[in-house]
């Protein structure tokens, strides 16, 4: 669960709810969901386990989860007061601990790669933002075309 903390969004150390996320998240070998909204592609859920990830088999048991957010601004919140230091910080620790439990989570803006985060996550300039291995802007272009898409709604 997220909850406010230090001045920030956070997962609790000890929420079962997400640990039981991560577990399942973890078990799953494959699949795929896809939702509309009015008759409308939304969201796309894809979960491969030993996908390829940056280019290489991931033959380690990694889980590749895909988030493709269709049409982005169905997930927008209107009242976010978070800065962006918060959520920088928040993302830091929620992908620590996709990485922990051997998870690569991708999220694409209308099938375009934008963020990784976690186990997969390559970051080479995006390292020196985020101050960690574990978050990869893959293209600086979607992921502010993201942020505006959340901001817009």
């Known amino acids: ?39 409308q592609p939304a969201i796309k859920i894809k979960i491969n386990r030993n996908a390829l990830v940056d280019g290489h088999n991931e033959n380690n048991g990694t889980v590749v989860v895909q988030l493709d ?27 620590q601990k996709l990485t922990d439990n051997g998870i690569t989570f991708s999220l694409l803006r209308k099938g375009k790669e934008a963020i990784t985060l976690g186990e997969g996550a390559r970051p080479s300039l995006s390292r020196i933002i985020t101050k960690s291995d574990d978050i990869q802007v893959d293209s600086l272009k979607e992921s502010v075309k993201l942020k505006n898409d959340f901001d817009d709604a």
Do not use: C, W
């Open 1 to 39: 669960m997220i909850l406010f903390g230090r001045k920030h969004l956070h997962v609790s150390e000890t929420d079962e709810i997400v640990d039981s996320l991560y577990r399942l998240l973890g078990s799953i070998t494959s699949g795929s969901i896809k939702l509309d909204v009015a008759n």
């Open 69 to 95: 957010l269709l049409e982005p601004t169905y997930f927008s919140v209107s009242d976010d007061r978070t800065g962006i230091f918060d959520k920088l910080r928040t993302a830091t620790e929620f992908a």
